[in-house]
């Protein structure tokens, strides 16, 4: 399919701010794959990425469902002291209608891999982040890195998920990149029909896969990927970290990615990991937004746990006995 046969899956395009025109900056271009739902996780990464690139300028864009008036108040706020363009791109409910559902996972998915046709005249080149990342670095040498070779570069996952699925998925070179972290060269990822090759894979599979995009990706583009130093995606899982452990993130690291279904705006998600987190979170516009509570009784116990660990005894026991009951009537009701 064609860049344009693609922009009519859109069922609208709206700018929200363009002020690249005063700045003579270099400028990069990166996309997020969201609902409303993620606005905040967005933003926060979106602050951290601008307060560590200050020799760089940035265009935003932003793939998914439409964001509410409060969330876009809030991304204005980022362009007051930056060189910012932010452009939302809202797909049609019957976009990805045709193409197969990948069990729990939502369509949603499928947003990264119609990006590079979309974007296809805007940039060659196309940074995608997943919205539970945290900058702590410069972009200058990836922004100036030539992947011309490449349909993309990416960052190896965790040594344990490699020894898990490059076997499942027969996976040759012993690599299986994380997919939060994506530099894309567009004119390649076009040439190659890399976008029909991963839905080939994904309606062609035998059995379901553990993470369908990822997993596709992995299998497509074995070959044609350059895999970059894990300091540009520093792979973490808050719930396997205990609260004290102390975890040793080299100096270098660029970007965090907090994995899991445990997120670092969750109450529940405490100890350092989320700490560095909360560092950003303050000082950025979505400081007065208070972090979810625990629902499930699994997250009240992980939340009473951790306090107890910070000292806060009192609190710890209230939280704990929330997670009894909760857990007691769950079982009682089935």
């Known amino acids: 399919m064609s860049d344009h046969e693609y922009m009519s899956y859109l069922e609208h395009k709206e700018e929200l701010v363009n002020n690249l025109g005063d700045s003579s900056l270099p400028v990069v271009h990166i996309a997020f794959g969201i609902n409303n739902a993620y606005a905040r996780g967005m933003g926060v990464t979106v602050f951290s990425v601008l307060k560590n690139n200050p020799d760089l300028a940035f265009h935003i864009h932003i ?16 362009a007051a002291k930056h060189p910012l363009a932010i452009t939302c791109y809202v797909f049609k409910e019957s976009a990805f209608t045709d193409l197969p ?4 996972y939502p369509q949603a998915i499928y947003y990264r891999l119609f990006t590079p046709y979309i974007l296809s005249g805007v940039t060659s080149k196309l940074l995608y982040l997943d919205a539970d990342t945290l900058c702590l670095g410069s972009y200058k040498e990836l922004s100036e890195m ?16 490699r020894n898990k699925l490059c076997s499942q998925l027969s996976l040759t070179k012993g690599n299986y990149f994380n997919s939060g972290f ?6 390649q990822w076009l040439e190659k029909n890399t976008t029909e090759r991963i839905i080939r894979t994904l309606s062609l599979q035998e059995r379901e896969f553990k993470f369908p995009d990822q997993d596709a990706l992995n299998i497509v583009l074995e070959h044609e990927v350059l895999l970059l130093p894990k300091r540009y995606n520093f792979v973490c899982d808050i719930i396997l970290n205990k609260v004290g452990k102390r975890v040793d993130i080299p100096k270098d690291t660029i970007l965090i990615h907090y994995t899991g279904k445990c997120k670092p705006w969750h ?15 303050a000082q950025s516009p979505w400081h007065a937004v208070p972090h979810d509570v625990p629902v499930s009784y699994k997250e009240m116990k992980r939340y009473a746990q951790a306090l107890w660990h910070k000292g806060r005894y009192l609190t710890s026991l209230r939280w704990m006995t929330k997670y009894m009951n909760n857990k007691i009537f769950r079982k009682s009701s089935l």
Request: charged share 20%; net charge negative.
């Open 63 to 78: 793939f998914g469902s439409a964001l509410d008036e409060i969330s876009k108040s809030r991304l204005l706020e980022l």
């Open 101 to 104: 559902l990948m069990g729990r």
């Open 146 to 161: 030539d992947i011309s070779p490449y349909t993309l570069a990416a960052v190896n996952d965790t040594q344990r998920a």
């Open 182 to 187: 994506l530099y894309i060269n567009i004119p």
């Open 267 to 281: 109450l529940w998600g405490m100890g350092e990991l989320a700490d560095i987190y909360d560092q950003y979170y």
